[in-house]
């Protein structure tokens, strides 16, 4: 079983920059895809980005591409979600999920097996 935290949410002005945490508990942290997905107000849950185990791959959503980044660090259990350049449309509440099988970064949300309990993010214009 692995218990997953995400913190780092807050208000920020657009324009302005995040980085949000999540700590998982476990042992076997270091064997996960993680993924960030959010989730916007009468929106369904979206994929934001992922990283593979080592950290040597990433994928990220289109709207998302060159002002976010995930990266991890293994020996903490934590990947982060740097998110810069943010606009009113990245409102939401933010989950970080964790895949445990080996094929690769996904964007359903149906492929991770662990998820947080979210953050939130607000941006204001």
């Known amino acids: 079983q692995v218990q997953l935290v995400e913190s780092g949410g807050g208000l920020v002005q657009a324009g302005g920059s995040l980085r949000l945490s999540c700590v998982a508990s476990?042992?076997?942290?270091?064997?996960?895809?993680m993924g960030w997905f959010r989730q916007a107000p009468g929106k369904e849950r979206e994929f934001v980005g992922a990283?593979?185990?080592?950290?040597?791959?990433?994928s990220y959503a289109d709207s998302v591409k060159g002002r976010f980044t995930v990266s991890r660090d293994n020996a903490k259990n934590t990947v982060y979600l740097q998110m810069n350049s943010l606009k009113p449309e990245d409102t939401a509440v933010y989950y970080c999920?964790?895949?445990?099988?080996?094929?690769?970064?996904?964007?359903?949300?149906?492929?991770?097996?662990?998820w947080g309990q979210g953050t939130q993010v607000t941006v204001s214009s």
């Open positions: 999920a964790a895949d445990r099988r080996f094929i690769g970064i996904q964007a359903a949300m149906t492929a991770y097996d662990y």
């Open positions: 476990g042992r076997t942290f270091s064997r996960y895809i």
């Open positions: 990283i593979t185990w080592s950290g040597g791959s990433t």
